[in-house]
Structure formats: C-alpha cells, structure tokens
C-alpha cells in the first residue's frame, strides 16, 4: 500500500513538479544531521573536555558520526511503518553519516581545541624568563580577544561562568569561515582527482566498506546477521572488560594492550633502538584487514628499518638525538608524493582549464572540474590573503599554505589507496618544522623590531600540529560513497562544506561554555595543546635574541625521505612483483610507532588465511574483522565513554584514545 501510494505522488506529476520532494528529503536530512551533530557536541563536551574518558571523535570514522548511522540504520525498521513515510535510502543515511563525522572532527583535539590553546597561550603562559605575552599583541583582535582578562578567565573560569560573546563572536565568525575556505580548498583538489582515483586507477577505498557493509550495499548476508560478526564484537568487548578491570580495580595502565620489546637492551648501539612499543590496537587490527599485505608488510618493516638505521648511525659513531630522524624523511616522502600526484593528475588540470572557457568541453563531466578548479583558485588566494592580512610575510604564506596543501592531497591519497584508520597519519609537525629546518630561524625571524610575522606563523602551527588538513580523507571518501550510493555530486559537496562551517560553530560553543564556567586548568581534559603552543612562541623569542642556522642533518634526512620513496616507487614501476610499497614508507615516517605492531598481526593471518584458504577464506573472515573494530568503538568509546562522562569515579581511571 505504500509503495502504492508513493507511485501515485510520483507518476501523475511531471518531473518538475516531483524535484521539489527530493530536495525536500535532501533538506530534511541535513537538519535531522545538525540535530544529531547538536546532541553529540553534550556528549563530546563531558566525555573529551570535561571527564576525559575517551577521545571519540579522534578516531576513523568518528565514533558519533558511526553512533549516528547505527542508530539510524536501527531506527529505519520503524520509520518505514510511518503512514506516508518512507525509508531512509542508503544514499540518505550516507548524507547524515558523513555530515555528522566530518562535523564532529571539527570537535577533535586537533582542531578547534588546538586552536583555542594556541590563540590563548601567549596570553596567560607567559613567565619573566620566556615573555611571550609581549608577543601576543601581534596576534589580531579578529581572531583572538585582544585583553589577558578574558584569556586568564578561559583558564580559570569567569566569576559569573558566562561566555564573553562580545569578544568571541568575532573570532568565531572568521575562524568557522576559514575553515570553510580552507576545507572547501581541499575538496576542491580531491573534486580534481576523484575520476582519476576512482575511474582510471579503480583505488579500493577500504574504509568505505565499512558504512557500506553496515548499510548492507555490499551483497551476501548483512553484517548484523552473520554469526562471525558477532564473533569479532564479542571478541574485542572481552578484551575490553579485561582491560578496564585491569585498570579499574588493579592500577593497571591506561588505553590498549602494549608491550616494549626493548626492554632490557641498555648497551649500546642496539640501545638506539629504543623504543620499540607494539600497541595491539583493536580498530587498525579490525580496519586493517581491508588493507593490502604488501602495504601492511611495508609499514611494519620500513618502521624497523629505520630503528636499523639509528643502531647503524649509532655503530659507526654519529649519535644524535632524534637520529634517523623518521617524521623528517617522512615529509620528505610527503612532499615528492605530492609532487608525482600533481604530474600525474596534470591532465585532469589541464581540462579543467579548457572548460573554464569552453563550457562544451566540460559538459558530460561527472564532475564539476571547471568549478573545482575556480575553486581551488579561489581558495588558494583567499588563504594566502587570509594569512597576510594576519601579519604573515607573503612569501612565508605562500611557501607555507602549498606545503599544507600537499600534505592534504597525499592524506586523502593515502585515505583513498590504503584506507589507513587514523587521523595522525603524516608526520606530526614537521610542515611547520620543514621551513625552521630549511631556513634557519634567521630566515623566519629576520630582525627583533617586527615578530609579527614570526608570531602569526607560530599561531597558525596548529595546521600542521593539529590535523584539520586530514579532512581531505574523509572528503574523498564522502565523493566515493556518493558515487556508490547513488547521490549527487553537487549534493555530497554541499554536506561535506556544510559539515565543516556548522561543526566549527557548535565546536567553540561546546568548548567556550566548560572553559569560561568551571576554568580550563580545572577539567581533566583541559585545553589540550596549550604546552606545544606555548613552545612555538617560546621558539619564536629565542629566535629573535639568537637565532640558529639551517638544521643541516634534519634537511638530510628530508631530502633522503623523499630520493627513497621516488626509488620505491620507480622500483615498482620497472620491477613486477616488487614487494614494498611506497605508501608503506611514507606511514613509517608518519606515526608509524603506532601502526607498525597492529599491522604486523594483520599481515601475518591475512597472509596465512591467503595462502592456506584462498580468497574465501579471506572474505569470510572479514565480518569478523570489521565486527573487532566496531565492538571496541561501541564498548571502549560509546558505552565506556558515556559512562565516563556522566558517572566519573572509577569509571575515568582507564582512558581511550583512539589517535
């Protein structure tokens, strides 16, 4: 009957008059997605800010944007009963899933969080021995409060626990529509390479397969009905009762299962292995499945090959600390990625041209190129203005936005090729350290008259210390799932810009409110990155009073970064069969102390269930895999998290991060 009845609303109607429904169902959906994303801000303000409990929207996917589509999926049974209602299609719960994940990464420590740090760290952490609220001046009144007042209350709490809107809204209103400017950069560049990686190189996006086998999209039995599933909740709920007991009731440490293989090895040089810590994380265990062997074998031996390279340094006396300098070969191999990505996607460029004035040529696009590169043209100029209109020298940001940039594009390659589940995937920092090592504090810190450049190019680390440019993953993952799903383009480009502006807003709002009521310093979460952002105007002073020149090792291991992972991937070109990845090289580079023990396990029983059972054996497994991952996000960030956050006690003395 009611099929029977939507076929009367529709067939009698002609296609104008039927268009309006769509939109309206599109319309509804973004709503019901600002609602939810409205709900899960309470929720991520007293588990992440206030209790601490567990870092939910720092993992991939973001844990309220997969409790969003596990409860609308659960819901949709009913809604389907509703008189004149029906179904939500799997193209319409993609809509509110990825709004709602790409909303609440605005919410993550490394992004909204980081950037309330670093615009109130010159302010309230300034001592006689580093003054660095001489620097804070320099910082614009748009996008900081300009008086210490308002900043020591953000630590401290204000007397009456009432926000100070009316030095706020202005920062709030530019910063939300910087991020709008600079995410709507990025997936213009991910709009550009999107046929090329979907079409033409056919990437498997392994991540995608999540929503999808939870939205039943991909055939065979549904996820929720096949006993192996269950298998992989009930495995990963038990390790997580037996780690929260343990931490709860025996003072066992927080967070996963970890184990130092190098304990023990005091002499040197093979002491310049340490750390060797394997982290048994559960969902790169789960989601890793879905990665290639060869990638999964390329991260965990590239990762050891760089502790060989510091025992070798160390043997044949180089000793120097940081050595061999991992997160810098790893921007090395960002960078050179970057620049064959570019060459290799030239044409798509190159077309996108054409169509700005020849609207024929772009006509059968399936997808807006010409306005994606008007786009990234628009964006391009208006971050660099941004950044100079804030006091940055115009030639630092240029220099700086393109190495930003980049490193977005590679991560959403990255996303799209390997599907790697965590968001710190890129060598933490190092897009700001890259220019300090080049060009010695002398090049950025000319002259002790006139910090203000120097100044705003600390505040704007944290972009590279934050990881706001990883949005590019979800992005391309959001063109991928539209693709798959049946929506269009122009309408996922919407969500996922929408996404970004209204989670930016709501973000300040669910932060500002525990800060100004009950004081920063005084929650368990704090305000995370308040130490490292203190640190990069502390550089900032030391430089002006004695600067250092070019860090020559550290562009060495820059530079070899980037001639191995061009021979990786030249040997791959003219080797068939050549075992490493490039990819695998970059990871290592790129938190590859956290993904190397996980993805050692992966490979070792995805490589016997190959070799011993074939595909099938891989394929029936899979279940099992995801249901691992998707039972640690439900008990350790949904169910552990909310108790956290609303009962406290015992239940915060074991943490989850999932970064």
Same mark, same amino acid.
């Given at each position: 009957?009611?099929?029977?009845?939507?076929?009367?609303? %529709?067939?009698?109607?002609?296609?104008?008059?039927?268009?309006?429904?769509?939109?309206?169902?599109?319309?509804?959906?973004?709503?019901?997605?600002?609602?939810?994303? =409205? @709900?899960?801000?309470?929720?991520?303000?007293?588990?992440?800010?206030?209790?601490?409990?567990?870092?939910?929207?720092?993992?991939?996917?973001?844990?309220?944007?997969? %409790?969003?589509?596990?409860?609308?999926?659960?819901?949709? /049974?009913?809604? +389907? +009963?509703?008189?004149?209602?029906?179904?939500?299609?799997?193209?319409?719960?993609?809509?509110?899933?990825?709004?709602? %994940?790409?909303?609440?990464?605005?919410?993550?420590?490394?992004?909204?969080?980081?950037?309330?740090?670093? @615009?109130?760290?010159?302010?309230?952490?300034?001592?006689?021995?580093?003054?660095?609220?001489?620097?804070?001046?320099?910082?614009?009144?748009?996008?900081?409060?300009?008086?210490?007042?308002?900043?020591?209350?953000?630590?401290?709490?204000?007397?009456?626990?009432?926000?100070?809107?009316?030095?706020?809204?202005?920062?709030?209103?530019? =910063?939300?529509?910087?991020?709008?400017?600079?995410?709507?950069?990025?997936?213009?560049?991910?709009?550009?390479?999107?046929?090329?990686?979907?079409?033409?190189?056919?990437?498997?996006?392994?991540?995608?397969?999540?929503?999808?086998?939870?939205?039943?999209?991909?055939?065979?039995?549904?996820?929720?009905?096949?006993?192996?599933?269950?298998?992989?909740?009930?495995?990963?709920?038990?390790?997580?009762?037996?780690?929260?007991?343990?931490?709860?009731?025996?003072?066992?440490?927080?967070?996963?299962?970890?184990?130092?293989?190098?304990?023990?090895?005091?002499?040197?040089?093979?002491?310049?292995?340490?750390?060797?810590?394997?982290?048994?994380?559960?969902?790169?265990? &789960?989601?890793?499945?879905?990665?290639?062997?060869?990638?999964?074998?390329?991260?965990?031996?590239?990762?050891?090959?760089?502790?060989?390279?510091?025992?070798?340094?160390?043997?044949? $006396?180089?000793?120097?600390?940081?050595?061999?300098?991992?997160?810098?070969?790893?921007?090395?191999? #960002?960078?050179?990625?970057?620049?064959?990505?570019?060459?290799?996607?030239?044409?798509?460029?190159?077309?996108?041209?054409?169509?700005?004035?020849?609207?024929?040529?772009?006509?059968?696009?399936?997808?807006?190129?010409?306005?994606?590169?008007?786009?990234?043209?628009?964006?391009?100029?208006?971050?660099?203005?941004?950044?100079?209109?804030?006091?940055?020298?115009?030639?630092?940001?240029?220099?700086?936005?393109?190495?930003?940039?980049?490193?977005?594009?590679? #991560? $959403?390659?990255?996303?799209?090729?390997?599907?790697?589940?965590?968001?710190?995937?890129?060598?933490?920092?190092?897009?700001?350290?890259?220019?300090?090592?080049?060009?010695?504090?002398?090049?950025?810190?000319?002259?002790?008259?006139?910090? %203000?450049?120097?100044?705003?190019?600390?505040?704007?680390?944290?972009?590279?210390?934050?990881?706001?440019?990883?949005?590019?993953?979800?992005?391309?993952?959001?063109?991928?799932?539209?693709?798959?799903?049946?929506?269009?383009?122009?309408?996922?480009?919407?969500?996922?810009?929408?996404?970004?502006?209204?989670?930016?807003?709501?973000?300040?709002?669910?932060?500002?409110?525990?800060?100004?009521?009950?004081? &920063?310093?005084?929650?368990?979460?704090?305000?995370?990155?308040?130490?490292?952002?203190?640190?990069?105007?502390?550089?900032?002073?030391?430089?002006?009073?004695?600067?250092?020149?070019?860090?020559?090792?550290?562009?060495?291991?820059?530079?070899?970064?980037?001639?191995?992972?061009? @021979?990786?991937?030249?040997?791959?070109?003219?080797?068939?069969?050549?075992?490493?990845? /490039?990819?695998?090289?970059?990871?290592? $580079?790129?938190?590859?102390?956290?993904?190397?023990?996980?993805?050692?396990?992966?490979?070792?029983?995805?490589?016997?269930? @190959?070799?011993?059972?074939?595909?099938?054996?891989?394929?029936?497994?899979? /279940?099992?895999?995801?249901?691992?991952?998707?039972?640690?996000?439900?008990?350790?960030?949904?169910?552990?998290?909310?108790?956290?956050?609303?009962?406290?006690?015992?239940?915060?003395?074991?943490?989850?991060?999932?970064?």
């Amino acid at each position: 009957m009611q099929e029977h009845i939507s076929d009367i609303h %529709t067939s009698g109607m002609p296609e104008a008059q039927s268009r309006p429904s769509r939109h309206v169902r599109i319309v509804t959906m973004l709503v019901l997605s600002i609602v939810l994303t =409205w @709900l899960a801000g309470y929720w991520i303000r007293q588990g992440e800010i206030v209790a601490l409990s567990a870092q939910m929207t720092e993992a991939v996917p973001s844990i309220p944007g997969l %409790t969003a589509l596990l409860l609308l999926v659960l819901l949709n /049974p009913l809604i +389907r +009963r509703l008189p004149y209602v029906r179904e939500l299609s799997a193209g319409e719960l993609v809509v509110c899933y990825l709004f709602v %994940t790409v909303a609440t990464f605005m919410f993550a420590c490394g992004v909204t969080r980081f950037l309330i740090a670093t @615009l109130s760290a010159p302010w309230y952490y300034s001592t006689p021995v580093a003054p660095i609220d001489t620097l804070a001046p320099n910082i614009p009144q748009w996008l900081s409060p300009p008086e210490l007042l308002y900043h020591k209350w953000l630590y401290e709490a204000s007397p009456t626990g009432e926000i100070p809107w009316e030095v706020w809204r202005t920062p709030v209103v530019i =910063w939300s529509g910087f991020f709008l400017l600079f995410g709507g950069t990025l997936l213009c560049l991910m709009i550009l390479f999107a046929e090329q990686w979907i079409e033409h190189e056919r990437l498997v996006f392994p991540l995608v397969r999540l929503p999808l086998e939870i939205l039943g999209e991909e055939g065979g039995m549904p996820l929720f009905k096949n006993p192996v599933t269950w298998i992989g909740i009930g495995l990963a709920t038990l390790l997580n009762l037996y780690l929260m007991t343990r931490a709860v009731f025996f003072g066992g440490p927080m967070g996963t299962l970890t184990f130092d293989l190098s304990t023990g090895i005091t002499d040197a040089p093979w002491s310049y292995i340490r750390p060797l810590q394997v982290d048994l994380r559960p969902e790169l265990i &789960g989601l890793g499945y879905l990665i290639s062997t060869e990638l999964s074998f390329s991260i965990w031996f590239f990762h050891l090959f760089q502790k060989a390279q510091a025992v070798i340094m160390a043997a044949s $006396g180089y000793r120097v600390g940081g050595m061999p300098f991992a997160a810098e070969q790893g921007i090395g191999a #960002y960078i050179i990625l970057g620049i064959v990505l570019l060459w290799k996607g030239r044409h798509v460029f190159t077309h996108a041209w054409s169509g700005l004035f020849r609207p024929e040529v772009a006509r059968n696009d399936r997808f807006p190129y010409r306005w994606a590169l008007l786009g990234l043209i628009a964006g391009v100029t208006g971050l660099v203005l941004f950044f100079i209109a804030a006091g940055m020298d115009a030639w630092l940001a240029g220099v700086y936005l393109a190495i930003l940039l980049i490193v977005g594009m590679v #991560y $959403g390659r990255l996303r799209a090729e390997t599907g790697v589940p965590i968001l710190w995937a890129f060598p933490y920092g190092q897009q700001h350290k890259l220019l300090w090592n080049f060009l010695g504090q002398a090049g950025i810190v000319r002259g002790a008259t006139d910090l %203000t450049s120097p100044t705003v190019f600390a505040m704007m680390g944290f972009l590279s210390r934050g990881f706001f440019p990883t949005v590019s993953g979800y992005q391309i993952e959001g063109l991928n799932l539209a693709e798959r799903t049946g929506v269009d383009t122009r309408k996922m480009i919407v969500t996922l810009l929408l996404a970004i502006v209204v989670g930016s807003a709501f973000s300040f709002v669910f932060h500002l409110q525990p800060y100004y009521q009950e004081g &920063g310093i005084g929650l368990r979460g704090g305000i995370w990155g308040d130490t490292t952002a203190r640190q990069e105007y502390q550089n900032v002073l030391r430089a002006s009073e004695m600067p250092v020149p070019p860090d020559v090792p550290r562009i060495v291991a820059t530079l070899g970064g980037g001639v191995l992972v061009a @021979l990786i991937s030249a040997a791959r070109s003219y080797w068939f069969g050549f075992p490493l990845h /490039p990819m695998g090289y970059v990871l290592a $580079g790129s938190f590859g102390h956290k993904l190397w023990g996980p993805f050692l396990v992966v490979w070792v029983i995805k490589t016997a269930l @190959l070799r011993y059972g074939g595909s099938r054996s891989y394929l029936r497994a899979l /279940p099992g895999f995801l249901g691992f991952a998707i039972g640690h996000f439900i008990t350790a960030g949904l169910i552990w998290g909310s108790l956290g956050a609303a009962l406290g006690g015992p239940f915060l003395r074991w943490g989850v991060w999932f970064g």
